[in-house]
């Protein structure tokens, strides 16, 4: 088949890519590499190489292999009736934490709404936090909407370092434990008072901003006992739920306590 008329995104270096190499867990060789491009004007593009690994492939076969994701797969519409915030245009990389859709899932998901309800989802969460904000909680500075009816990605403020990465380095022990757990315990009993839960607390999801802990990322952050479609992170919650509860962060703040103790 000839593609020589299909668009392709114009790629300088690997640096435009982001790359994924799946690895059989048996042999450990590599599977495949899933990799994607986003244009400056939102657009998708998607590829998957088998049976090579990335040193093995050329930018040529990379640029080839891509082809265009359709907006309506990972882009969720502004839903009617909301006014959502919109980010200030000047915000960039360097000067906040833009979080895009879920594109790592897209080969396993593509064909349902798993990817635009997920950042669909957020969006409506952080627009309902930023309306009640807590001092211990992520700044939320709004959204990127495509063409002014679709959700291309959520926008924070920019903070430098986990809860995890600090326990791996001499700063974790000057730090003030307790001072940690009661501005994270804070930040839940605040979600808990919305009528929603986090769901998914743990080292990686706690930052800091002017030596102070901030709760991050809301992706499994619903109302109680509405459906969840992500289930938390494996060691940090006592069992496998599929709906959002108080009592999966009431769990979580316990191990937390006890992890500051003893990271793991």
């Known amino acids: 088949m000839d593609d020589s008329n299909i668009k392709r995104?114009?790629?300088?270096?690997?640096?435009?890519?982001?790359?994924?190499?799946?690895?059989?867990?048996?042999?450990?060789?590599?599977?495949?590499?899933?990799?994607?491009?986003?244009?400056?004007?939102?657009?998708?593009?998607?590829?998957?190489?088998?049976?090579?690994t990335r040193k093995e492939i050329t930018?040529?076969?990379?640029?080839?292999?891509?082809?265009r994701v359709s907006d309506e797969e990972v882009y969720p519409l502004v839903p009617e009736g909301i006014t959502l915030t919109i980010a200030p245009d000047h915000l960039n990389d360097t000067t906040a934490f833009?979080?895009?859709?879920?594109?790592?899932?897209?080969?396993?998901?593509?064909?349902?709404?798993?990817?635009?309800?997920?950042?669909?989802?957020?969006t409506l969460i952080m627009e309902q936090l930023s309306k009640a904000p807590h001092p211990n909680i992520v700044t939320y500075l709004g959204c990127q909407v495509k063409n002014g009816c679709r959700i291309t990605a959520l926008v924070f403020e920019r903070l430098n370092q986990t809860?995890?990465?600090?326990?791996?380095?001499?700063?974790?022990?000057?730090?003030?434990?307790?001072?940690?757990?009661?501005?994270?315990?804070?930040?839940?009993?605040?979600?808990?008072?919305?009528?929603?839960?986090?769901?998914d607390i743990n080292p990686h999801n706690i930052m800091f901003r002017d030596g102070k802990a901030v709760l991050i990322d809301f992706g499994s952050c619903q109302p109680v006992g509405k459906k969840l479609q992500s289930l938390g992170t494996p060691g940090w919650c006592e069992e496998t739920f599929f709906t959002s509860e108080a009592k999966?962060?009431?769990?979580?703040?316990?191990?937390?306590?006890?992890?500051?103790?003893k990271p793991e």
């Open 9 to 52: 995104p114009t790629l300088t270096s690997l640096r435009d890519l982001e790359l994924m190499e799946a690895y059989d867990p048996k042999t450990l060789e590599s599977k495949y590499v899933m990799f994607y491009h986003i244009t400056s004007d939102g657009d998708l593009y998607y590829g998957v190489i088998h049976n090579k």
């Open 59 to 67: 930018l040529a076969e990379y640029i080839s292999a891509l082809e």
């Open 163 to 199: 809860l995890a990465q600090l326990s791996k380095t001499p700063d974790f022990h000057q730090l003030d434990q307790d001072a940690v757990f009661k501005a994270i315990e804070s930040a839940v009993h605040h979600i808990h008072s919305l009528g929603l839960a986090h769901n």
């Open 98 to 122: 833009i979080k895009q859709p879920g594109f790592v899932s897209y080969p396993e998901m593509k064909g349902t709404e798993f990817i635009p309800q997920q950042i669909l989802q957020e």
């Open 248 to 261: 999966h962060d009431e769990y979580s703040l316990k191990k937390l306590k006890e992890w500051l103790q």
